[in-house]
């Protein structure tokens, strides 16, 4: 993967804010890395790759879901932006030949976690919640401090952010979400 070519493609394909979210996603990626004694490289390949999907419309991340028999289920359905992470990997693998699956597994695991994932995904679904883009909250602040000494209990705490964010706007909630918070939490306490 060349970075300055996924770099133009970003600058095709997704607004300027978005680019600059991604940039602090992947600087954050690469610092959490190092910090846990994991490979920063793939850390920050995954930062910079996470959101490729982030603007396809709705039956482009359907019809791309489908052709690869990614399981789909009502509450996607209903909204196909949860799918912008697995069609993420896919364009990373087919336009960046992007081939490590813990790279993709951590792309397609970005927005609602997955339980048993692997510390690089817990470190890029950190960084994506967390990076100093997300501002200042105390609460927020704390999940920080906490993914510098414990990945497994920082993701818990941005499963909870998250999770009572979408009960206040009385939105769906996805139970992928409840089943990564569960498994996150029990890996804290065993
Ligand atoms: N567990 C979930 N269940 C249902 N919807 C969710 C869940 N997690 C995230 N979402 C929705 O998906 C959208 C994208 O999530 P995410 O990629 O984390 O946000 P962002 O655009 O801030 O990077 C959110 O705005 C939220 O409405």
Same mark, same amino acid.
Not at 3 to 8: A, D, F
Not at 35 to 54: F, I, T, V, W
Not at 82 to 108: N, T
């Given at each position: 993967m060349n970075r300055t070519v996924v770099l133009n493609w970003l600058a095709d394909h997704v607004p300027k804010p978005r680019v600059n979210h991604i940039l602090r996603v992947e600087e954050t990626a690469v610092s959490l890395a190092q910090r846990h004694d994991l490979d920063p490289m793939k850390a920050g390949q995954a930062g910079l790759l996470? !959101?490729?999907?982030?603007?396809?419309k709705a039956a482009r991340l359907l019809r791309m879901a489908r052709a690869e028999a990614l399981s789909l289920d009502p509450i996607v359905e209903e909204?196909?932006?949860?799918?912008h992470g697995p069609v993420g990997a896919i364009v990373a693998r087919e336009?960046?030949?992007?081939?490590d699956l813990e790279v993709l597994d951590a792309i397609a695991n970005h927005t609602l976690g997955s339980p048993d994932m692997s510390p690089l995904s817990c470190v890029i679904f950190l960084a994506d919640g967390t990076?100093?883009?997300?501002? !200042?909250h105390p609460k927020l602040k704390e999940i920080r401090e906490v993914s510098q000494n414990n990945l497994h209990r920082a993701v818990a705490l941005l499963c909870d952010r998250k999770l009572r964010r979408l009960l206040k706007n009385k939105q769906l909630v996805h139970p992928q979400m409840v089943l990564t918070r569960n498994w996150a939490l029990q890996q804290t306490t065993e």
């Amino acid at each position: 993967m060349n970075r300055t070519v996924v770099l133009n493609w970003l600058a095709d394909h997704v607004p300027k804010p978005r680019v600059n979210h991604i940039l602090r996603v992947e600087e954050t990626a690469v610092s959490l890395a190092q910090r846990h004694d994991l490979d920063p490289m793939k850390a920050g390949q995954a930062g910079l790759l996470h !959101d490729l999907a982030k603007y396809f419309k709705a039956a482009r991340l359907l019809r791309m879901a489908r052709a690869e028999a990614l399981s789909l289920d009502p509450i996607v359905e209903e909204n196909p932006h949860l799918l912008h992470g697995p069609v993420g990997a896919i364009v990373a693998r087919e336009q960046f030949r992007v081939q490590d699956l813990e790279v993709l597994d951590a792309i397609a695991n970005h927005t609602l976690g997955s339980p048993d994932m692997s510390p690089l995904s817990c470190v890029i679904f950190l960084a994506d919640g967390t990076e100093p883009g997300r501002g !200042d909250h105390p609460k927020l602040k704390e999940i920080r401090e906490v993914s510098q000494n414990n990945l497994h209990r920082a993701v818990a705490l941005l499963c909870d952010r998250k999770l009572r964010r979408l009960l206040k706007n009385k939105q769906l909630v996805h139970p992928q979400m409840v089943l990564t918070r569960n498994w996150a939490l029990q890996q804290t306490t065993e």
